[in-house]
DNA sequence: CTGAAAGCGCTTACAG
DNA sequence: CTGAAAGCGCTTACAG
């Protein structure tokens, strides 16, 4: 019954079964499920087969101890929205699982406190880290970084900086888009919930909104810009701060999805339905976009798509400080879309 | 500058580097970082004061590789709350990325679906299985991996099974703890929304919460109790027939934090202001509970330590397995907790 | 209480 | 295009 039996029990198909099986050697298995070209195509496919037959799957223990790429990557990040959050680090803990990194994640609090951080990273052996928003657009920390010559990738930035490798979208596209969108449905008065001001991206989305409602020649009505923290609760407040003036405007932008939950609610208690008398929009596409209801409409941000990238990025980067290769930036730049759900409704566009 | 370089660069410190700045064997190391037994108390002060020095600590990759641990574990879900899944996922990947293990992650639709998922993992190499709820609770899944001679523990099944390993809190104690908190708070009318009907976690939620009011002399007014379904949207539903009501709940006890949220912000649309005029607590302690304002109140169960757990209970299962130990069903209880925050008010003891 | 040998499953570097 | 040898960092099993 059992097929093979390894010291201790348990029967594992290893590359040296495969080997056998086709009747090569195991340095040719390794070239064919690695994709390596020097193969004929003949003997390859014989590999596939037997990989499919015997249901073989590399042992990634034995691979990233025998590359030798195995690094430790730290993960420094500071107050997010927890369901930004969660996403993230969904992203970089089944990315590092797969390429068997090991990870030590720190919390600070904001950029004074990563010196502290960074320096713990350091002493416990990282290789390199990842930052998550905001500290990926803190000058602060990207300088530190760079003295202690420590490889480092920062996702969701939004102030491009040509020596740092990062992977974001663009944010000013992103909310250009949802604001037009949102003139498609007939807006005209449009309300922006702003992010937390130490986040560059607060800054980012809402040149990009006014920008679009600037090239449609519509005007933002100063009142209908509030300033909130990337939190329900101040999205919550700014909602109804906004919503309590004689004129009200049709639809409100929020900078997340937090926001824009507790924008909803405000409305609510104002008596107001969504999206009947009022549209209101997020962005990032977290857990809360989905969990509320109405559920959101909103602009979704593939987080944990781009926080797997960057540790990608990030031990590819270290690869090539360890073998002395000069550092290159690189800057991934993913693709948002427009995720349309029930908290948005088209009134009819009234106009020219 | 730099220590010691591997064959492709990077100066790692290994078992060996430890070793040599000791003057002992890499054997002994071995045991001191593992914490066996048989080490001279002298020669462990040493080598952990040089372990600290040198900043070692251990390459997993290679550790898992001669432990032979390593496993294939799947995971199956169906259709949980976001965040509670995102918690859960959380404590799966971490813990198995600690302990190298690799992950396979498949959904489906109820139990039926299950068997479809199951044949999926054992034909790619599972060597047994995660349950989440309410999959973790259906006999029928049960059934079906114990016919695959699959090892296989449950998270957070509310239905104990002598045969099956599991983790869990006691639900009918927390949500009992829960109601007699909200007594002591000075309600005596308390509604309580039920979780989905297909999870049986919701019925034992129930019946603790029952027990409790019954145990303190208070009726539990049918109109009072209502079907939800884990989500925003039913909780929303639901209070709102509950407040709609001649005589209105001054507390709403929500078998999980989703519906609480939905509660609180359907009790905001019909203008009762949550504290104040209504009490709203919820179940899981999941990122929604402190995502929302006001915070809700809430039990807390550790869904991502208990789904690490649950990883390291079921690798020990499968080294059983392995070495064809005579399996033994454990059931880890783990404590819950309850946690105040802004959703829940005293309204003073009005009794004798 | 301690160590020398062998092996975990894979890959790199070197030959052919 | 393919293979034999050696090594990644750790642990098990066996001696002493």
Not at 256 to 271: E, F, I, K, P
């Amino acid at each position: 019954m059992a097929r093979k039996v390894g010291r201790r029990g348990g029967n594992i198909v290893t590359i040296h079964d495969v080997a056998r099986h086709v009747g090569v050697s195991p340095m040719t298995v390794s070239r064919v499920i690695n994709g390596e070209k020097n193969v004929r195509e003949e003997t390859r496919a014989k590999v596939m087969a037997s990989v499919e037959a015997l249901n073989y799957s590399p042992n990634l223990a034995a691979r990233s101890l025998a590359t030798q790429d195995s690094a430790r990557i730290g993960l420094l990040y500071s107050n997010p929205s927890v369901a930004f959050l969660s996403e993230f680090l969904l992203g970089i803990l089944s990315e590092s699982s797969q390429s068997g990194a090991q990870l030590l994640i720190e919390s600070c609090e904001g950029p004074e406190g990563a010196t502290a951080a960074l320096e713990k990273m350091k002493a416990a052996g990282c290789d390199g880290v990842i930052l998550s928003p905001p500290l990926s657009d803190s000058t602060r920390v990207a300088k530190i970084l760079q003295d202690m010559k420590m490889p480092f990738v920062g996702v969701a930035m939004a102030r491009p900086d040509p020596n740092v490798s990062c992977v974001t979208i663009d944010d000013f596209k992103a909310a250009g888009a949802m604001t037009r969108r949102l003139i498609e449905l007939g807006h005209r008065d449009i309300g922006f919930i702003k992010g937390h001001p130490n986040a560059y991206a607060s800054q980012i989305r809402y040149d990009g909104f006014a920008a679009a409602m600037e090239k449609a020649g519509l005007k933002i009505d100063p009142g209908h810009v509030a300033q909130g923290y990337f939190t329900y609760r101040s999205g919550f407040d700014a909602a109804e701060r906004m919503l309590s003036q004689k004129v009200r405007p049709t639809a409100i932008f929020a900078s997340n999805d937090d926001m824009a939950a507790g924008a909803v609610a405000s409305a609510h208690r104002l008596g107001l339905e969504v999206p009947e008398k009022l549209t209101v929009v997020g962005f990032d596409d977290t857990a809360m976009a989905s969990s509320v209801w109405p559920e959101l409409t909103t602009v979704r941000q593939p987080i944990s798509d781009m926080a797997g990238l960057s540790v990608r990025l990030l031990l590819d980067q270290i690869k090539g400080h360890r073998s002395g290769r000069p550092f290159e930036a690189v800057r991934e730049v993913r693709d948002f879309s427009l995720i349309e759900r029930q908290s948005s409704a088209d009134i009819g566009s009234a106009s020219s």
